[in-house]
């Protein structure tokens, strides 16, 4: 096999231009980078790998995890020397392996046929890593799926796909959502929607989170606004027990969701 080695070369500009939002959103395609992504994506979701790149020291690496059941799939692996993975890649240090993936979200009318138990919702959620945080604590806490707002960061970002450590390819992703109109859906399907805001005069532990919910998460900054807070079931607060101020998103999504995890497991 050869390596490709020209970094300057066509096919390379098309892989890097996956970074633009534009770009992914005209292919359908996006880039995982990095060995846990790129395992993840060939373990369970190989109908969807476009093209798996490594350079010989990561095939080498991870000829048993990645590689072999890569090819064992019907992949294309294209060996690529370091500069040309740079030149593709989003980050500096992308660990000697990537892979171009198609672009597959599910729809929310899908997702609520199933029967969900627990689920969450970003809205307005901007920043990529809190965003990534949210998908990989929902993937960790047995969520059935995550649903993303049209306001929200893309999921399918470099930034956000990374933080999601492989997550985004084991559970549905619902994206491009009007919030409100989700918010009337969720309810026809027997789904309480639960807003996490410091607002919140209920505390989390005071919550039955046995029945089937959504939790709603707003903006990094300001929250969620009041008309928002007024159209769930429960307004919930996650408890400060020390000096800290406040949770961060991310670290807020992840407690409400093990919650949920814990609660449900005891009930079920």
Same mark, same amino acid.
């Given at each position: 096999?050869?390596?490709?080695?020209?970094?300057?070369?066509?096919?390379?500009?098309?892989?890097?231009?996956? =970074?633009?939002?534009?770009?992914?959103?005209?292919?359908?395609?996006?880039?995982?980078? &990095?060995?846990?992504?790129?395992?993840?994506?060939?373990?369970?979701?190989?109908?969807?790998?476009?093209?798996?790149?490594?350079?010989?020291?990561?095939?080498?690496?991870?000829?048993?995890?990645?590689?072999?059941?890569?090819?064992?799939?019907?992949?294309?692996?294209?060996?690529?020397?370091?500069?040309?993975?740079?030149?593709?890649?989003?980050?500096? =240090?992308?660990?000697?392996?990537?892979?171009?993936?198609?672009?597959?979200?599910?729809?929310?009318?899908?997702?609520?046929?199933?029967?969900?138990?627990?689920?969450?919702?970003? =809205?307005?959620?901007?920043?990529?890593?809190?965003?990534?945080?949210?998908?990989?604590?929902?993937?960790?806490? &047995?969520?059935?799926?995550?649903?993303?707002?049209?306001?929200?960061?893309?999921?399918?970002?470099?930034?956000?796909?990374?933080?999601?450590?492989?997550?985004?390819?084991?559970?549905?992703?619902?994206?491009?959502?009007?919030?409100?109109?989700?918010?009337?859906?969720?309810?026809?399907?027997?789904?309480?929607?639960?807003?996490?805001?410091?607002? &919140?005069?209920?505390?989390?532990?005071?919550?039955?989170? &046995?029945?089937?919910?959504?939790?709603?998460?707003?903006?990094?900054?300001?929250?969620?606004?009041?008309?928002?807070?007024?159209?769930?079931?429960?307004?919930?607060?996650?408890?400060?027990?020390?000096?800290?101020? =406040?949770?961060?998103?991310?670290?807020?999504?992840?407690?409400?969701?093990?919650?949920?995890?814990?609660?449900?497991?005891?009930?079920?």
């Amino acid at each position: 096999m050869t390596a490709l080695t020209n970094p300057r070369s066509d096919r390379v500009k098309s892989v890097r231009a996956l =970074s633009r939002r534009s770009v992914r959103v005209g292919t359908g395609r996006f880039l995982a980078e &990095g060995p846990q992504a790129v395992r993840e994506a060939v373990r369970h979701a190989a109908a969807d790998v476009v093209d798996v790149y490594t350079t010989a020291e990561a095939a080498r690496r991870f000829a048993a995890d990645i590689i072999e059941p890569a090819r064992e799939a019907g992949l294309f692996v294209h060996e690529v020397s370091e500069q040309v993975l740079a030149a593709m890649c989003d980050t500096g =240090s992308p660990q000697g392996i990537a892979a171009v993936c198609r672009v597959v979200a599910s729809s929310l009318e899908t997702v609520l046929a199933r029967g969900p138990r627990l689920l969450v919702l970003l =809205s307005n959620v901007r920043d990529p890593g809190n965003a990534g945080t949210v998908v990989r604590g929902a993937d960790a806490a &047995g969520a059935d799926a995550v649903l993303v707002s049209e306001n929200s960061v893309d999921v399918f970002a470099p930034k956000v796909v990374r933080s999601t450590a492989g997550s985004l390819f084991h559970l549905p992703l619902v994206i491009g959502l009007d919030v409100e109109t989700t918010l009337e859906a969720l309810r026809r399907a027997g789904v309480r929607v639960l807003a996490a805001d410091g607002a &919140g005069t209920l505390l989390l532990p005071d919550v039955d989170l &046995g029945v089937p919910h959504a939790w709603l998460m707003g903006n990094e900054a300001w929250g969620l606004p009041e008309e928002l807070r007024e159209r769930c079931d429960e307004v919930v607060r996650v408890p400060i027990y020390g000096q800290a101020e =406040s949770l961060n998103l991310a670290m807020a999504a992840t407690v409400c969701l093990y919650a949920s995890a814990g609660a449900q497991r005891r009930d079920g």
